[in-house]
């Protein structure tokens, strides 16, 4: 996927279903340090490759790193934009986007693992050097479904989200 939004995206049902058991930032950060080595291949050699973090044992690593330096790390970025939901320049109606920055261990362990695999799983269908069983799962769906199907789970996260907001 290209640098991660779509790998996000898609994670957002996962917060809305499950909640305070899901750290919703830590998997976004885990999602992002995979990618890093997309990154460095693209400004080194001039190509996308995927190799250590895009493996299970690569990734794995960072998600074992995300769940527990994330903690702090997330925290303090949560703290950082409900502050700036709740100064005097921002909109009155964005306040309702704050968010609790309490992350625990449960919720950081289950982001982290889950968007690592996730990550090696939906960049499998897409990228031809992504091989998480040892077999090639590139073209068994299209890009354009892979996409929308991540835009998917994004709306249906939002309408689980604000039903369950609703009905609080």
């Not at 074992?64 to 702090?72: D, R």
């Amino acid at each position: 996927m290209p640098i991660t939004p779509f790998h996000i995206v898609a994670g957002f049902a996962v917060k809305s279903i499950f909640g305070r058991y899901f750290s919703w930032s830590v998997f976004t950060l885990t999602n992002i340090i995979i990618d890093t080595e997309v990154i460095y291949y693209i400004l080194t050699i001039g190509e996308a490759s995927h190799k250590f973090f895009h493996t299970f044992f690569g990734s794995t690593i960072v998600a074992t790193f995300c769940a527990i330096l994330g903690i702090p790390i997330c925290e303090k970025v949560l703290e950082y934009w409900n502050k700036n939901l709740q100064n005097e320049k921002s909109l009155s109606k964005l306040k309702w986007l704050a968010t609790g920055t309490k992350i625990t261990i449960l919720s950081s362990v289950s982001g982290a693992f889950f968007g690592a695999y996730s990550h090696i799983l939906l960049d499998s269908f897409m990228h031809i050097d992504v091989k998480p069983l040892g077999n090639n799962l590139l073209g068994i769906i299209s890009i354009d479904t892979l996409h929308l199907s991540c835009v998917a789970l994004f709306l249906i996260g939002v309408v689980i989200y604000f039903l369950k907001r609703k009905s609080k």
